[in-house]
């Protein structure tokens, strides 16, 4: 069974920065893309950053490119998520997320919250 568990949300304030952790267990993820998304109260649920777990390959939305970098430690199975530049609008609940390339199989991280204050 995969797990995921998020670690590193909190309180900061604008111009400032995060780094989100998510301790992946279960299995091997060769050929997985592993993503963050975010949700902000009334929002949809929308990516953020994704990364392909063998090559490294990363993706990012528009609004966060330049701000954010994701990356992943093999050895530890951890995929992170640097936010620097923080604004108000990027306060949500972000969730790791662990997709199979090509199989309609997903699984979620529990969420942490990011607050960022004006």
């Known amino acids: 069974q995969v797990q995921l568990v998020e670690s590193g949300g909190g309180l900061v304030q604008a111009g400032g920065s995060l780094r989100l952790s998510c301790a992946a267990s279960?299995?091997?993820?060769?050929?997985?893309?592993m993503g963050w998304f975010r949700q902000a109260p009334g929002e949809e649920r929308e990516f953020v950053a994704g990364?392909?777990?063998?090559?490294?390959?990363?993706y990012y939305a528009d609004s966060v490119k330049g701000r954010f970098t994701i990356s992943r430690d093999n050895a530890k199975n951890t995929v992170y998520l640097q936010m620097n530049s923080l604004k108000p609008e990027d306060t949500a609940v972000y969730y790791c997320?662990?997709?199979?390339?090509?199989?309609?199989?997903?699984?979620w991280g529990q969420g942490t919250q990011v607050t960022v204050s004006s």
């Open positions: 997320n662990a997709a199979r390339v090509g199989w309609n199989v997903n699984y």
């Open positions: 279960g299995r091997t993820f060769d050929n997985w893309d």
């Open positions: 990364i392909r777990w063998t090559v490294g390959t990363t």
